[in-house]
């Protein structure tokens, strides 16, 4: 194609015959077209009054451009002063710095599969084989805390990263999403927050159950969403419960992570938890023969409920070993190591739901009956709420399984009740007495 000069001087050739008005075509010789980009022919001038009167032209000058060139362009003016301050409105924008934050060593090579998680293992495969172009987008994974979520979708960054290094990619809880975005706020950097995010190619946001109750926070997650899966730009989201289950957050929201694809994780089987084991020892090159497979079998059957508690004990038993300078780990050495564990253990196996609502309903003169009951008397509500609180730390009973020992209750009125009590602790000195005093009886 002709330099911007050569067309433009093509266009006003033909322009000035069509117009057969020299007096009027001298304005048209102080025009100038810079630009020839996305369909748009930008034409400036140093005088408003040039570009009003050469607007009433338009249609006239675009049919002579677009036969000259052969394209389909629309015309805009612009004043120059316009485009010089511009210009220097864009060179003052600061470079949006990209940072994945991705955790290096959670990839799915160290990853364990069962039975447990292979279905969301397999759906994080095939998201990072093709990131927002399939019906994976968004992926909810969701399960307890320490199963293994935060491995996977670092997994899923790990593996996009490494076949396609130009993609822009962000792992983050959804916590530090909360806190950017009031800093972004606070500092008068909001452009740059959401041009930042619209620049995303994959995102990846742990603990979104976070996001519950965050009104504005949800509300820029919202569009920050809708654009990234309107534009095929991948979504892997994590939480502790089912989409629906996430009271709080915004219907709207909710209904999106739900058409995506949804799957959980359970606590692994003793199969997983001995092949996670093995895969820890591996990964940290130790001795293979350095635990007996009769500790590890224990400990893949008393551990197992938490991958986190299951890899921090192994932890602990290696480093015990090192500062005893013990060559081999026996099942007497390994027993003495988990003496404080087994203790706890032990007590949770002993503790029930009906042993804590009984403990409860006494220390505040109530009983079991009136804790299970539909009052709403003060008194009543704050004891009930403090046993869903109890059953829920001590025992790490499942929110419908809480409810349905209280008379039914929907789990929605269970989280709500432990959420109460879990933020009225920080502050009500009553609180923290009525808690300890209550899990001095219990244990």
Known sequence: MDSLDKIWEQVLESFKITLNDDKAFIIFRDLSLISLQNNIALITTSSDLYIMMAKNYKTEIEEILNRIVEGNYTIQFINERELINNEQEEEKKPEIVFEDRLIENFTFDSFVVGSSNKIAHSACVAVSESPGKSVYNPLFIYGNSGLGKTHLINSVGNQVKKYHPEYKILYLSAVDFVNEY???????????FQEKYRLMDLLLIDDIQFLVGKEKSNEIFFHIFNNMTNNNKQIVITSDRLPQELDGLENRLISRFSYGMRVG???????TALAILKKKIELQSFNSNMIDEEVLSYMASNFAKDVRELEGTLNRLIFESILEKVDHIDMKFALKSFKDDI????????????????????????TPTQLISKSRTANIALARHMAMFLIRDLLDASFVSIGEA??????????????????????????????SELKKILI
């Not at 009031?182 to 740059?192: F, H, L």
């Not at 933020?423 to 808690?435: G, H, M, P, R």
């Open 182 to 192: 009031v800093d972004s706020i606070k500092t008068g950097n909001i452009d740059y």
């Open 265 to 271: 994780i359970d606590t692994p089987e003793f199969e």
């Open 343 to 366: 203790q706890v253990h032990q007590v949770k196996d002993q503790l029930t739901t009906e042993t804590i609502i009984k403990t409860v309903a006494n220390f505040y003169n109530l």
């Open 406 to 435: 209280f008379g039914g209750r929907d789990h929605s009125t269970v989280m709500k009740a432990c959420d109460k009590v879990e933020e009225n602790k920080k502050t009500d000195q009553n609180y923290q007495i009525a808690i």
